[in-house]
């Protein structure tokens, strides 16, 4: 059963402007069935995850352009860079919009060739895994934003309902049923991560301590960045910390929310916070058995949070519209978890895990006058009932009513 993506009408508007289009994403998110779906009759398929058409590719760009012509999809681009000059050279003696569509799993090798051979000539879109509203299948079409809209929904969901998403996670194979044991789907991912994608493309000799790293960045979502204790806890050194932590970043494992300072705020806190793009990935990696055991857990608030920033990012992301998100906290340790600033205004967002709206979710957000910046409407997403006012700019939502 296909599921529709919010970015088809995108891709295929993107595809009618550029010569070439780049969809990129974690592995398993589903970018090659997206495309294939999109793909016009007349269009070939190649992947280059088969070694004979690899080797092809990277051996011979010119003799696999006249064997494979446009409009082409090629697959895990990634693996051939140096056929991205060529592919430039066919587009410009073409001159035909949409003839190539290219799909990546990585960033560190993918996006120097591209920048340097495609320039002005790619669409580079992102696909990351389900929102809830496609898990769902309900209509979602704007980027989050705390406004009013929000303050007349009621797509209520309990924390049950919920927490059996946020465990199971977004990649399409688990919402959709075609794999039924989370377990084993997400140990078959990280091995076949480390192995493809970590060992062969970006050269990280220690497997093991690989996937140490990445479960000790796991147990530190939604908390602030500490490259020393996660080195320590690791046992590697910060500098190879730094060095896998962009690893993590540039191949769709983690997002990184920088805080939000000016010269004005020189109290604030700059590390950054670390996220993870699947919540279901994260709760695996730190342990957690079943959906009841991660809701009553110790680390049931921070996934929590790491969902909302998903559904938050995916809204935007599925538009193609560019998000500008913080977080803010200063040495007092105040904190609001997330701010998007748009139009030069910050729009405050708080997330908890309570269902009973309480006055005291409102404390949070006095923190914001020093700024001396445009407030806009804020919002605390929980599992209220329906939308509720805390304030004349505050309102607590439900996480279901974040779908619009």
Partial sequence: MYYTRTLESHILKASKQFPALLLTGPRQIGKTTLLK????????????????????????PVLFLQ???PPLLIDEIQYAPDLLPYIKIEADRTRKNGAFWLTGS?????????????????????????????????????????????????????????FKDIW??????????????SNLFYSSYIQTYIERDIRDLSQVGDSRAFLRFIR??????????????????????????KKWLGVLESSFQVFIVPSYHSNLTK?????????????????????WTSPETLMSGSMSGAIFENYVLLEILKSWYYQLKTLNIYYYRDKDKKEIDFLIEQNNMLYPIEVKLGATPKQEWLRQFSVLKKLKKKIGPGVVISFAGNPLPLSESVWAINAGDMII
């Fill in 37 to 60: 779906h999109l793909c016009e009759d007349e269009r070939t398929y190649v992947s280059l995850d088969d070694l004979s058409i690899r080797d092809l590719a990277n051996n011979d």
């Fill in 67 to 69: 064997r494979f012509k």
């Fill in 106 to 162: 990585q960033q560190f090798h993918l996006m120097k060739g591209i920048t340097e051979s495609l320039a002005g000539r790619v669409a580079i879109i992102n696909l990351f895994g389900f929102s809830r509203a496609e898990k769902y299948r309900k209509a979602s079409s704007r980027p989050f934003l705390p406004e009013k809209s929000y303050q007349n929904q009621n797509k209520t969901i309990d924390i049950d309902t919920l």
């Fill in 168 to 181: 199971l996670g977004f990649f399409p194979a688990l919402c959709a049923g075609t794999v039924t044991d």
């Fill in 216 to 241: 000790v960045c796991a147990g530190r979502t939604a908390q602030l960045l500490n490259m020393s204790d996660i080195a320590r806890d690791t046992d590697i050194s910060v500098t190879t910390a």
């Fill in 267 to 287: 109290r604030l806190v700059k590390a950054p916070k670390l996220y993870f793009f699947d919540t279901g990935l994260c709760a695996h990696l730190t342990g």
